[in-house]
């Protein structure tokens, strides 16, 4: 599953069978045995001379750039792991972290799986150090010369093992880049530089609490709450400043690369010329852009637009907005007619549309009263589809359709047929939507094929696959038109990866079979993540849809070792054309980009 990084707390602020295997059986299972990599454990930052700082730590800030497109003039300096100044705790950081300790103690300790970090951040869940950037051997094939630029997946990666309860979705954001030039590649793994991160680094334990796992019943939450404010009172930290994790996507918009959660802002990050990461600060679109954005933004490829929306606790519960490829925001657009609060993580755009998802994971008082979670699933919930043209200044032509059973958390595509009066939407349907926080492995999602005729209000629908499927991606040029082919991330099961589907979506809607034209499974004991296309030659119009590549990182869980995989996206059993010995464990993670060398000079 994804970063459900929640924006209901941001209101605050303003084997020996290697990984190159063919298709071999779906054996992929975990190791039955508990594996705990290393991990920082602070119970109590050391205890020095140092003088005492109260100050919240110091957001880096993005600084401005004449022009989006001008290439850095001097080469950056590389950015090395930071070390904080060791200092000895404030009387009143003693106290709270004793509160903080009896909370996780005696009032809400972390009984259940789901938020038991010792089961949470086992395996390859565990966390890592950052890694400069150091130089990779590939060990299969060559590296094709049209992959010159860098992938770069984000994912979770908790900078301290947290005491408490803790879910996977709560980890700092960390990037991991693959940079390759003239089939030479060097990897770099560095966390984003959010003012929650630098907060805690400089501090040297927790201080902003986690959402999925900091807020479960309302006796904890409300112990949680006031310890929270009495940090910020404090001066502990500023909420003002984001409280956000930049840890579940990235996007390239408005001549800046962005890492993006949903509890937060955009931050704007970079990549030197030797591979490092940089994070150069949080972005708000010239003040135009208030508190946080979806960190699935949806990027015309013709026009350069990114069109965006935020969601939260708050009437008005949704709102949507584009910004053009200079990186200018237009005004919000509220939807009112989205009555209550409603889990919104991922959406769709054509070129006459924009599509929103009201799914049944929300914000359940009486659960939260009861002792449950401030998200929460409402099985009398209809689902519903709501359309507004995605050039809307306001929402008097939004049109909302009951889908019952239609619970999405990820969009794949949508496109215009019949002259703009049908939409069709291809997104995998999470058929036990009851189980998407507490129990992802025992959820399954089917990819489904639906159509809006919004002349006759009509909705039909249809799978193409009943294969356990999620992150499914598309060819980047096909956003908002017709498309054909989709590779998606095959759950054994869900958040773990055991292989990559390739779907063509244009089978015939009188032909029922599966769709899945071409797969890859990785091996026993071997998992990846989301897959990502890259075309051959994205400047050829007339080139085939799937010429091109879908890579990934994939991870050996019974050798320890993970690789970067290259493979055929046209080939029936996505052949692998190169594989990338990483020097390090990269963790599961969620969703990744590929930037080409000429976009990263831009930066």
Not at 53 to 75: G, I, R, V
Not at 377 to 392: F, Q
Not at 429 to 451: F, G, P, Q, W
Request: net charge neutral; with cysteine; aromatic share 10%.
């Amino acid at each position: 599953m994804d970063a459900f990084s929640s924006t209901f707390l941001s209101t605050l602020s303003q084997h020996p069978k290697s990984l190159l295997s063919p298709n071999s059986p779906n054996t992929a299972t975990s190791s039955p045995s508990l594996k705990v990599y290393s991990v920082r454990i602070e119970e109590r930052p050391q205890k020095t001379t140092t003088t005492t700082s109260t100050k919240p730590a110091q957001l880096p800030q993005e600084k401005p750039n004449p022009s989006p497109y001008t290439p850095p003039k001097a080469t950056p300096k590389r950015q090395l792991p930071i070390k904080p100044k060791q200092v000895e705790p404030s009387f009143p950081a003693v106290i709270f972290n004793a509160f903080d300790d009896f909370i996780n103690t005696f009032i809400d300790p972390p009984l259940r799986p789901s938020v038991d970090p010792k089961h949470v951040l086992s395996n390859n869940f565990a966390p890592v150090d950052e890694l400069p950037p150091t130089e990779c051997e590939v060990v299969q094939g060559s590296l094709p010369t049209c992959l010159d630029g860098a992938y770069i997946r984000n994912g979770p990666n908790p900078q301290y093992l947290p005491r408490g309860p803790f879910h996977l979705f709560d980890g700092d954001g960390m990037l991991h880049s693959i940079k390759i030039s003239q089939g030479k590649a060097t990897f770099c793994s560095r966390y984003v530089q959010t003012y929650k991160y630098i907060v805690e680094r400089e501090a040297g334990f927790q201080v902003i609490p986690n959402v999925f796992s900091g807020f479960n019943g309302l006796t904890a939450s409300a112990a949680r709450g006031a310890i929270t404010a009495a940090r910020a009172i404090s001066g502990q930290f500023n909420p003002t400043n984001g409280i956000g994790l930049a840890n579940t996507s990235l996007a390239l918009f408005g001549g800046k690369l962005f890492a993006l959660g949903e509890s937060d802002l955009p931050y704007a990050v970079k990549l030197a010329p030797d591979g490092d990461i940089i994070t150069l600060g949080r972005h708000d679109f010239d003040g135009k852009l208030f508190m946080s954005m979806t960190a699935h933004p949806k990027i015309d490829p013709e026009t350069g637009e990114a069109f965006a929306f935020r969601y939260g606790p708050m009437p008005p519960f949704l709102s949507y907005f584009k910004i053009d490829q200079n990186g200018t925001k237009s005004p919000d657009v509220p939807i009112f007619s989205m009555t209550r609060p409603s889990f919104l993580h991922d959406f769709a755009i054509t070129k006459k549309y924009a599509i929103f998802a009201d799914i049944q994971i929300g914000m359940n008082p009486i659960d939260f009263i009861t002792g449950g979670s401030p998200v929460s699933s409402d099985s009398g919930k209809v689902p519903r589809l709501g359309v507004i043209p995605r050039y809307a200044k306001d929402e008097s032509e939004m049109k909302w359709f009951d889908v019952p059973g239609f619970n999405i958390v990820h969009a794949i595509n949508a496109w215009d047929e019949d002259g703009g009066d049908t939409i069709v939407m291809v997104a995998p349907n999470i058929l036990s939507v009851e189980h998407t926080l507490e129990r992802m492995d025992m959820i399954h999602a089917s990819v489904e094929k639906v159509k809006i005729d919004l002349k006759t209000g009509m909705v039909s629908r249809h799978p193409v696959s009943t294969r356990n499927l999620d992150f499914g991606v598309i060819n980047p040029a096909y956003v908002g038109k017709k498309n054909r082919y989709v590779y998606a991330a095959i759950g054994d099961p869900m958040p773990k990866v055991a292989g990559i589907a390739k779907l063509d979506v244009s089978v015939a809607e009188s032909d029922r079979r599966d769709c899945i034209v071409a797969c890859r499974l990785f091996g026993e004991g071997c998992f990846g993540g989301e897959p990502f296309f890259v075309a051959k030659d994205p400047n050829n119009l007339e080139a085939d849809e799937d010429d091109g590549y879908v890579v990934s990182y994939v991870h050996n869980e019974n050798t320890g070792e993970s690789r970067f995989l290259v493979m055929d996206a046209k080939s029936p059993n996505l052949d692998i054309v190169a594989a990338v010995k990483l020097p390090c464990r990269v963790p599961y993670g969620f969703h990744g980009l590929f930037v080409r060398d000429s976009d990263l000079r831009k930066l």
